[in-house]
């Protein structure tokens, strides 16, 4: 099968989950500078979060190009991706309303442990389809970013839930930071 529905079909639905997000900031009642710096943790939860799905985006993107046909196992795994990502918007909303307390925080670290534990499962989908000597499967080689990702998120939940939430908050930043600048990898390994 080719690739063309599930790239748009994918780009949708990240576009709309960004919508979500920002549509879930409200307006402050009041024009003074004070109302709205009481949006501080909403804002600062959208921007982590727009972050995030960008960088899956980005991320998707640069996959799907290695890609050179999908199967059904790459279809589902794609939507498990999306499910996780679908529920930024809401773990979103609830880290910044509740000014990142432990079990927000904890959810919203749980749901990124789920986006990146989906995204290995659409690699490796990717990957068996096309073969362990394929461009792909050479480029992720033994993601040693994706397996501190990983971590990070796996010692951010219980962190958060031990009361811990600026440490969880700081680990979930530093993997957003990390992963800014675009994963190279997959590019370099298709331009050879």
């Known amino acids: 099968m080719g690739k ?8 949708g639905v990240i ?3 960004i919508t ?3 549509l879930e900031m409200k307006v402050p009642h009041g024009a003074a500078w004070a109302d709205i710096a ?13 972050l995030n799905v960008g960088i899956y985006w980005n991320n998707h993107h640069h996959l799907l190009h290695a890609a050179k046909r999908v199967n059904g196992r790459i279809l ?26 432990p079990a927000p925080v904890a959810l919203y670290s ?8 989906a995204y290995f499962a659409l690699q490796q989908q990717i990957i068996s389809l096309h073969g362990n000597e394929s461009p792909l499967a050479n480029a992720i080689g033994g ?9 990070a998120y796996l010692i951010a939940i219980p962190l958060a839930f031990l009361g811990y939430s600026w440490l969880a908050g700081a680990l979930l930043i530093l993997v957003t930071l990390m992963w ?5 990898r997959i590019e370099k390994a298709l331009d050879e």
């Open 38 to 50: 009481t949006l501080g943790p909403v804002f600062l939860s959208y921007v982590l979060s727009f």
């Open 20 to 22: 979500i997000m920002v």
């Open 180 to 184: 800014f600048i675009p994963d190279r």
């Open 76 to 101: 589902w795994a794609n939507m498990h991706l999306l499910f996780w990502l679908s529920l930024m918007p809401f773990t979103t909303g609830w880290m910044g309303e509740n000014h990142f307390a």
């Open 4 to 11: 063309g529905r599930i790239e748009a079909f994918s780009d």
């Open 110 to 117: 749980f749901d990124l442990l789920m986006c990146a534990i």
């Open 15 to 17: 576009a709309i989950i």
């Open 143 to 151: 993601d040693n970013k994706g397996k501190a990702s990983l971590t």
